[in-house]
């Protein structure tokens, strides 16, 4: 598969208490074959952004595997239009 996301799981700590972990993502699961259109859909709070974040390695997941062409580790480039670019 051409991304592989297993059992991908990511918690927060409370602002209130520390010790205490709130929310995220546990076991999410999919796959994206070369070619394939996909959509990640849910409710507000469902975890959308996380999981890319994990996936683009923005934040650093707690659980699970992110596969990409098959490599576990693999390096994101991101790439940010100019302003003047933008309008």
């Given amino acids: 598969s051409y991304l592989k996301v297993s059992n991908l799981k990511k918690q927060f700590r409370s602002h209130w208490t520390y010790l205490a972990k ?6 999410v699961s999919f796959e994206i074959e070369k070619g394939e259109s996909f959509a990640l859909l849910g409710s507000n709070g469902a975890g959308k952004t996380t999981t890319i974040k994990c996936i683009l390695g ?3 997941k707690n659980g699970g595997d992110i596969l ?5 580790y693999f390096k994101v480039k991101l790439f940010f239009l100019n302003s003047k670019f933008a309008e």
Wanted: without cysteine; glycine residues 14%.
């Fill in 58 to 60: 923005l934040i650093q």
């Fill in 22 to 27: 709130v929310g995220g993502l546990v076991n």
């Fill in 68 to 72: 990409y062409e098959n490599k576990k």
